[in-house]
């Protein structure tokens, strides 16, 4: 490949990169905090197109001074009278180029969040420690699954008592029907995502469908199961009031 492929390639991804942490996109691929990080990336990718770029055209007009007519190239690569006519000498800079599909496509396809097929196949990634507990304020509290599955595993619900609490998350159906309310969790990346699942009892819509985004109102409920993938715990909510909504602007936040 040569060095004008090499810095077209650079600033496709550069483009793709920026693109992505300069707009939401970025949220189906990482977590929210490593933002600038892309923002980062994406311009160093950039600058070292053009600075490709420059060095290349640089070096022909050199060649050009020097007596040489065409653009200089590496090594083997060299263009000269009878390297262009060797068979297949043209073949690797073609396939080169489908390096780009790649980049094509981190720029044209932006790919769905990880739902239900993901959950399903996947143990709760509920721990103690996993958030810092602190007891929710209002009527309904709002909380993030995750903060309310860790009170009402480990503690009990007691920090919770009889008050309402609104979660919300994405509907997953267990091996046995039962429904649960789940977030997907990031480490890092949505490579490493895990499922935090939460069972649903009570007062639930006739019809609910896996993926379906529910903001969910209840009360602490004792009942507490092992999730049949990997044995972890999965509380349950007493469900008063569960209505539809929109899926979030971040799909992996808590």
Not at 70 to 92: C, F, I
Not at 213 to 219: A, F, H, Q
Not at 227 to 254: C, E, K, L, M, W
Request: charged share 15%; hydrophobic share 40%.
């Amino acid at each position: 490949m040569n060095r004008e492929t090499q810095g077209f390639v650079l600033l496709l991804l550069g483009g793709a990169v920026l693109r992505a942490g300069l707009t939401d996109v970025y949220l189906r691929y990482v977590k929210a905090g490593l933002r600038p990080l892309l923002i980062v990336a994406g311009v160093v990718l950039i600058v070292a197109a053009l600075a490709t770029f420059w060095y290349e055209l640089r070096r022909n007009r050199a060649h050009r001074r020097d007596g040489h007519d065409g653009p200089g190239s590496d090594g083997p690569d060299a263009s000269d009278g009878g390297a262009e006519h060797e068979p297949g000498a043209h073949r690797e800079p073609r396939v080169a180029w489908l390096m780009v599909l790649p980049v094509l496509v981190l720029i044209l396809v932006v790919p769905p969040a990880l739902g239900s097929y993901a959950a399903n196949r996947t143990g709760t990634a509920l721990q103690l420690g996993l958030t810092v507990l602190t007891p929710p304020v209002g009527d309904p509290a709002p909380m993030s699954l995750v903060d309310y599955a860790t009170f009402a595993a480990y503690e009990h619900g007691r920090p919770l008592g009889n008050r309402r609490v609104r979660i919300s998350g994405f509907i997953t159906v267990g091996p046995h029907g039962a429904p649960y309310l789940t977030r997907m969790i990031l480490t890092c990346c949505a490579a490493d995502a895990q499922p935090i699942k939460v069972g649903l009892s009570g007062q639930l819509p006739a019809t609910l469908r896996p993926d379906v985004w529910l903001e969910v109102i209840g009360t602490y409920s004792d009942k507490l199961i092992t999730d049949d993938v990997n044995g972890g715990p999965i509380p349950f909510i007493q469900v008063s009031q569960a209505t539809p909504i929109p899926a979030p602007r971040d799909p992996y936040g808590t």
